[in-house]
């Protein structure tokens, strides 16, 4: 049988009385319809204005780029090929048998002593469903140093970002996903900090916390989504030891199909190595 | 962008701002900030006329856009509102400027038990019991699930009846 949603109350006819009982003076909505007509015709002023300016501006880059690209064509073949041999001599090959390319955060940051590390390795083709179809993807092998954190990521997301406890991948800029392992720590302790933070950003909870099952990945984690303005925000926290691995991730929400599947296979995959 | 344009906003003015204003008013409490919202809702919908599919409805576009602006709105204003609060003892009047707004006696009690409720709450009310939206349209406006905007005012109405309890509201019990 069918369950038929009701949500009548005891102050529905008063609630719309209310709705009645205000009343917005006539002078005051003819006063502001007239100023909406004069901030659209000005809007449409600088509009004109803005695509003159943009032209104009445009013709001028142009021009710059054009310049600056004759004059240092030479220096820039030049400075292309030292930056393919330092990035050569930098990458590291850690394991013969299984080649791996470490990327550390000592890359940009030489401070931390302990730096975490990113080891890619191999590329597996795996098959999942995505939208009840099942859709074959690639997917990255990845082991987080020295906390021997491994998972798999689907390859779209290229090469990672390593910020000092951070790994970023990105997409645009509009899809992105980000571990982080913060030592010394409870789960509830990352929790809130995480809820603040979304919360400074202006996202509000779109669920409430919830528990995720250790059998995905045999960790006690938990996690959560807010949503602004169209965009999904959210996070997955994993007690792993004394640390927390905090996952966040942000997608407009019309890609929120492809990547509940993605974020729930990144999910499975992580183990201890 | 063509006159066809403002002609379109102009004729949604003529049928939605009288509701839209009174749902930004109800949101936040303030007579003039509530004119200064519709106006820059239409505004926006103007400039981002391009982007109107026309499947869903002009008005709940429209309450979309006056639903964006008011959030942002209150989410600028919550750090304000903290440090009144603290400097300054609260005001339980409700201040009517007789040249903008009337509010009937009989609706003050509500309409004050509205302002108290957390401002998910009061606009799911506003929306599905007051300019009666269906859950879908509520929850296109909202951004929200369908099974959201249904938990949300689950939640909401006892809060309500909970606050009209305080102002003394004469009424028996909800169904």
Known sequence: MRNQYNDSSYFDSQLKQLDKDIIWKESRKNKLEKSILFSMNSSRKKMRLVAVLKFASSIGILAIVLFFGYTFYTDSITYHDEASITRSEDSQIVDNHNPEVKVTSDDSVETDEAALEIHTGSVEAVTRKNEGMDQEVEVINYLIQPYKIAYQLDKVFGAPEVYENEIQYSIDDEYTITLAIIEDTNLDQSISNLQERFEAEGYDEEFELESVSSEENGFAGKMQYFSQNRVDKGFIAYEVGDDVLEITFRYPVEGGDGMYSILNFLRESIHLR | ?175
């Open chain 2, 1 to 175: 962008m063509p006159d066809q344009t403002k002609e379109e906003i102009t004729d949604w003015y003529h049928l939605y701002s009288e509701s839209i204003f009174k749902y930004i008013l109800m949101m936040i409490h303030d007579y003039q900030m509530a004119e200064d919202l519709t106006h820059d809702t239409f505004i926006k919908a103007y400039k981002n006329h391009h982007t109107f599919q026309h499947k869903a409805q002009p008005k709940t576009w429209l309450f979309s856009i006056a639903h964006n602006l008011t959030i942002d709105y209150i989410r600028k204003q919550k750090p304000l509102r903290i440090l009144q609060e603290i400097f300054t003892a609260k005001k339980t009047s409700v201040p009517s400027p007789d040249d903008i707004v009337e509010i009937r006696e009989s609706s003050i009690q509500l309409y004050r038990a509205l302002s108290k409720l957390k401002s998910s709450y009061r606009e799911v009310i506003i929306l599905r019991k007051i300019k009666e939206f269906s859950i879908r349209e509520t929850s296109e406006i909202l951004n929200w699930s369908e099974g959201k905007v249904k938990t949300t005012l689950y939640r909401a109405i006892p809060a309500l009846e909970k606050e009209l309890l305080k102002e003394g509201y004469p009424h028996e019990k909800s169904i």
